[in-house]
């Protein structure tokens, strides 16, 4: 039962991504198996369509790549953004047929996403460089066995098993909201004529309702929690909107290299020439997040998920 618990959590990341159809007739099939869709989950049926045309959408996305500053404006040498895709999961075992729009949607958002989470990334892993975070916590450990003065990514195989799948599991609980979970309001799909990297308000979810009202657990919005964006002109927003872009492309450059540097020294001379010796090495597969705790070829000789926990703690 331990060992499925874990499958099921692992297979939950896997998301099918099957481009189709170019519109030049180019045909590419990439298939992984997927769950169903939240609301197909939920007895809601299948999403209606993109109400914009794949003209229209193609048109808008050129316009603002174009609208960005710098090089190298609308770049798309595979045409991604004139395909059709297979995504999501449909009756008769098969995948979802998408239209051009509805796969624009999904490859706009998905760009904003990633940028996001390489922001977050290239602060936290300067963050995690520091005396601060690093360092010494006496008399207060962050958790058991903590190891003082490693690299983020070092921090990271000195977690506890448990510990790990606690924010695995917080973050998928976000993505799945983010993707519509709950029905937030007035909420409508990336992928269905709704705003690309559209975040719902999740201010005052969580939590039972009581007598007093509503539970209100969670203080603060994801995506502007200080109401920013909401007080400035659609011309503020859309700038805001190439920024965003902007800065996630070179935070998905900067995380690589950090990463790159810190296991393979002198791979980016920038870094290097500024660091040197000083800066955090790991010796371990940073594309194997689980290392430290298994992995598949010595998982099979353990008796479930409880021995893991157990010679981890």
């Not at 996403?113 to 008399?139: D, N, W, Y």
């Not at 606690?166 to 973050?171: A, L, S």
Request: charged share 15%; aromatic share 10%; with cysteine.
């Amino acid at each position: 039962m331990s060992k499925t618990i874990l499958l099921a959590l692992v297979a939950s990341a896997v998301e099918g991504f099957a481009p189709e159809q170019r519109r030049g007739g180019i045909r590419s099939v990439l298939q992984s198996e997927r769950a169903p869709s939240w609301s197909e989950a939920e007895g809601g049926g299948p999403r209606a369509p993109n109400p914009q045309s794949g003209a229209e959408a193609f048109r808008d996305l050129v316009a603002l790549q174009n609208s960005i500053p710098g090089p190298p404006g609308f770049y798309d040498p595979l045409g991604l953004a004139e395909m059709e895709m297979k995504l999501g999961w449909s009756e008769g075992n098969d995948y979802q047929s998408r239209t051009q729009a509805e796969t624009i949607g999904f490859l706009r958002h998905s760009e904003i996403k990633h940028g996001r989470v390489a922001m977050a990334a290239f602060l936290g892993f300067i963050a995690q460089c520091t005396p601060l975070v690093s360092g010494e916590h006496s008399p207060i450990l962050p958790y058991k066995d903590y190891v003082a003065n490693v690299g983020p990514q070092a921090q990271w195989d000195n977690i506890p098993l448990f510990g790990k799948l606690q924010i695995i599991t917080m973050v998928g609980m976000l993505e799945s909201y983010g993707e519509g979970a709950g029905q937030p309001d007035g909420y409508v799909h990336y992928m269905k004529g709704g705003k690309p990297g559209f975040y719902p308000e999740i201010y005052g979810r969580g939590g039972p309702d009581t007598a007093a009202g509503p539970g209100r657990q969670i203080p603060l919005n994801l995506w502007d929690p200080f109401n920013w964006a909401k007080s400035g002109t659609a011309e503020d927003r859309a700038k805001g909107l190439q920024c965003e872009i902007l800065n996630g492309r070179a935070a998905m450059f900067g995380i690589m290299g950090l990463l790159a540097e810190s296991s393979v020294p002198g791979s980016v001379p920038f870094i290097n020439a500024i660091a040197g010796d000083n800066y955090p090495r790991y010796s371990g597969n940073v594309m194997v997040p689980f290392s430290s705790d298994f992995t598949w070829a010595t998982f099979s000789g353990l008796d479930g998920l409880a021995d893991i926990a157990a010679s981890s703690s």
